[in-house]
């Protein structure tokens, strides 16, 4: 059984702070992963993709890869609180199938 | 304005009385899936569709059916709602094997009794 494991939180940080938010996938052919936000009482929807080991920035958002650990990150600087929300990590596992994490909740103490 | 619709919002239905949901997306995604998402479970996907006429089973298909006759549409068929099928079910599109990021419909908020 494929796996994407998350913290499921709360996480709390203070505005302003570094947010961290961490996740492991079993699937070592795993070749796309995702973050999404998800409001309570919405619909998720996507901050980042990465598909290559390393960093990527966007914004206040920055995702880093690292297949030889099967691990993603997704760091939110200077966070605010309208980034509470529940974060979800995806990774597509070979042609369309995606898995999706249980999510980390992120509060944002203003 | 881009997105991907479903219908109903809302729905409370009896064991065994036979319901389809609606999704509809207007971007021209050839990739459409169905996911449910159950508390301290995240979304977990049932059925997904690569274009018409081709699916193929997620990770929960049992209970479940969907077609995809026309390239926007992609509803979700309980012959038999169980209660174990109450949940949140989204609908997502993307573009295919081009792009993975998925974007993601308003939820069903389905309960069974």
């Known amino acids: 059984q494929k796996e994407v494991e998350q913290n499921s939180g709360p996480l709390s940080v203070p505005e302003g702070a570094i947010a961290s938010l961490n996740c492991t996938y079993s699937?070592?052919?795993?070749?796309?992963f995702f973050w999404y936000r998800q409001y309570s009482g919405k619909s998720p929807e996507l901050i980042m993709s990465?598909?290559?080991?390393g960093d990527k920035e966007d914004g206040r958002f920055t995702a880093q890869l690292n297949k030889a650990s099967q691990y993603v990150s997704l760091l939110i600087r200077d966070s605010q609180p309208s980034d509470s929300a529940t974060y979800l990590c995806?990774?597509?596992?070979?042609?369309?199938?995606?898995?999706f994490g249980a999510g980390t909740r992120l509060f944002v103490k203003a | 304005e881009a997105q991907v619709t479903q219908n109903p919002r809302y729905l409370i239905t009896v064991t065994g009385k036979k319901l389809t949901v609606t999704c509809s997306q207007n971007?021209?995604?050839?990739?459409m899936s169905w996911y449910r998402q159950d508390p301290g479970l995240g979304l977990r996907q049932i059925y997904y569709?690569?274009?018409?006429?081709?699916?193929d089973k997620g990770d929960v298909p049992e209970g479940y059916k969907v077609s995809r006759k026309e390239k926007r549409n992609f509803p979700l068929i309980l012959e038999s709602p169980s209660p174990n099928q109450t949940s949140l079910y989204f609908c997502?599109?993307?573009?295919?094997?081009?792009?993975?990021?998925?974007?993601f419909g308003p939820g069903t908020r389905l309960t069974v009794t």
């Open positions: 997502a599109s993307s573009f295919g094997s081009s792009s993975y990021e998925q974007y």
């Open positions: 699937d070592r052919g795993s070749q796309s």
């Open positions: 990465i598909y290559s080991n």
């Open positions: 995806a990774v597509n596992t070979g042609g369309f199938k995606t898995i």
């Open positions: 971007m021209n995604h050839e990739y």
């Open positions: 569709s690569m274009n018409v006429e081709v699916t």
